[in-house]
T-cell receptor
Framework: RKEVEQDPGPFNVPEGATVAFNCTYSNSASQSFFWYRQDCRKEPKLLMSVYSSGNEDGRFTAQLNRASQYISLLIRDSKLSDSATYLCVVTFYNQGGKLIFGQGTELSVKP | DAMVIQNPRYQVTQFGKPVTLSCSQTLNHNVMYWYQQKSSQAPKLLFHYYDKDFNNEADTPDNFQSRRPNTSFCFLDIRSPGLGDAAMYLC???????????????FGPGTRLLVL
């Protein structure tokens, strides 16, 4: 079983839709949580960190449930420019803090 | 301004011909990483440097080596590239990692390697 798992998608949604991505992790020694965005043939870029209390950045909301070992990303009012792959990333105390990536969820926003 | 620079952006090599990819950073970060990313897969960590301390991942093939001559530069050497080594190679940096806490990693644009 992979340490960080995501639904690979693709998610095909119309502009203006709300879309939610889920991510689960299997190591209880979790430490930090992130969502990265990766455009086609480009490098991953940090979208947002995920805090225990949940956090919001404009149209993006991240939630963390440590008990269920579950992270989510909600995108409201999706734009064409949101089309990308969204990577769930977790670090674990017992792995020296290195980033463990999920396989990514592909989002395609259509006009 | 670019903070993590990778050269070349595209590299074509022949099967078995050694190739070197380079990465430089202007962030003065202590930690530098090399990842391999194949199509539709997550980035896979090959190794990282914490200052001059080299940390190899257990499943990184011996074919992959790295050098970090100074804080700013790090190189990935593929001694005998095989067809399966065709991938995007990403360099990343982060500030000092304290007690395992992972500072934000900044990725370079990547080098796309094609092996003929």
């Amino acid at each position: 079983r992979k340490e960080v798992e995501q639904d690979p998608g693709p998610f095909n949604v119309p502009e203006g839709a709300t879309v939610a991505f889920n991510c689960t992790y299997s190591n209880s020694a979790s430490q930090s949580f992130f969502w990265y965005r990766q455009d086609c043939r480009k490098e991953p870029k940090l979208l947002m960190s995920v805090y225990s209390s949940g956090n919001e950045d404009g149209r993006f909301t991240a939630q963390l449930n440590r008990a269920s070992q579950y992270i989510s990303l909600l995108i409201r009012d999706s734009k064409l420019s949101d089309s990308a792959t969204y990577l769930c990333v977790v670090t674990f105390y017992n792995q020296g803090g290195k980033l463990i990536f999920g396989q990514g969820t592909e989002l395609s926003v259509k006009p | 301004d670019a903070m993590v620079i990778q050269n070349p952006r595209y590299q074509v090599t022949q099967f078995g011909k050694p190739v070197t990819l380079s990465c430089s950073q202007t962030l003065n970060h202590n930690v530098m990483y090399w990842y391999q990313q194949k199509s539709s897969q997550a980035p896979k960590l090959l190794f990282h440097y914490y200052d001059k301390d080299f940390n190899n991942e257990a499943d990184t093939p011996d074919n992959f080596q790295s050098r970090r001559p100074n804080t700013s530069f790090c190189f990935l050497d593929i001694r005998s590239p095989g067809l399966g080594d065709a991938a995007m190679y990403l360099c990343a940096t982060s500030a000092l990692v304290v007690a395992g806490f992972q500072e934000t990693q900044y990725f370079g644009p990547g080098t796309r390697l094609l092996v003929l």
